[in-house]
């Protein structure tokens, strides 16, 4: 009886739909950045900032990826920006397919950059291609400095990390976070990958993510 | 062409391995709880900290859940607790047919309790029976109070709501997170899970959580 290799299927779909939102966000020179990481490591706040701070220099849209509630899309339309909310009822990571339909809704020809928000998750989002231009992972501080020796796929894979709530750090004694060991092993999986320490809380270190984002949009 | 339903298929064989270590942890008259959370939740603190505390009153023993690297096992053996490491390579949780392989490394006659520490995932370890006797959930307060409204599967289906880190809410105006949000969206997916706030690190509220694990004994 002939074997079926069903992972091997089912990624090569999700390929086929990364590859018409590729194309999709090339035709509107769209830069597009796929956000992964562990649930409330703070990506909703670092786009909201982001947003706020950008207002007038750069057109962001957000595309919102949630197991269940549009929480997160009602914070990103809260700046005026567009949001459309992915529930995926359940799914623990975003399909290009869904990523599909969203971009449609997104006014692509108002935008330059396009944040894919995914599902809370520092595991399976990792496995599938959406049509980004590059991963970025956050971590919060709170989660520990042995995040990317544990949980490398993600690190291996992203064009930048930020390292966020680095205001915790501050109040000194309240949490063993060691910045060197997380650059160190961040750097072993990922020679090339950008290391932004941040507070999106309090927007410290927040300058330098802005000008690499800049940056990004002068290749587009 | 009759179609094959695979998911249901995954999940079957699942249960019949979880029924066979549910067996097998009876025999034992072991009880067996499956700790469930985000990556740097403080799972293996908290579990250290259990160990040490209950050192002499309960005989515990852990199998880790990693998807690389045996940094939780050694921190577990460093308090002469057994501990197994899985090793998943990549998979985003643990499977039955894995605990039962770790289960027979462990000297189970010698214990009563097993913890699992699952893989760092708030979403596809809830969809997974072990053959437990109750599931875990663990919850930072640095990943914030919308988690049960976010991520509703896992609160929906535990025994018991750790909600850990509580000594940074100690810092005023360091983290907003409202515990009674929390509280209440939790028991509104699950009447009758047990919330118990603690710090792992400070050892502030671990009386109750240890007052819980004692009572389960009894009923084994």
Known sequence: MAKVNVGKKILSANEAHALKNSELLTQHRNRCFNMISSPGSGKTTLLVRTICDLAGAVKIGVIEGDIQTDIDARRIRAT??????????GACHL???QVHQALQKLPLDNLEIVFIENVGN???????????????????????????????????????????????????GLIDFDLERVKADARRLNKGIAIFPISARTGEGMAAWYDWLKGQLAKA
Chains 1, 2 share one sequence.
Request: proline share 6%; with cysteine; charged share 20%.
């Open 95 to 97: 399909s290009a397919a």
């Open 122 to 172: 520092l595991v399976c989002p990792s496995s599938f291609e959406l049509g980004e231009d590059g991963k970025i992972v956050v971590l919060s501080v709170a989660e520990g400095d042995d995040k990317p020796a544990k949980y490398p796929a993600i690190f291996a894979k992203s064009k930048v990390l930020l390292v966020n709530k680095i205001d915790l750090l501050a109040v000194g």
């Open 80 to 89: 005026n920006a567009p949001a459309i909310q992915i529930i995926t009822e």
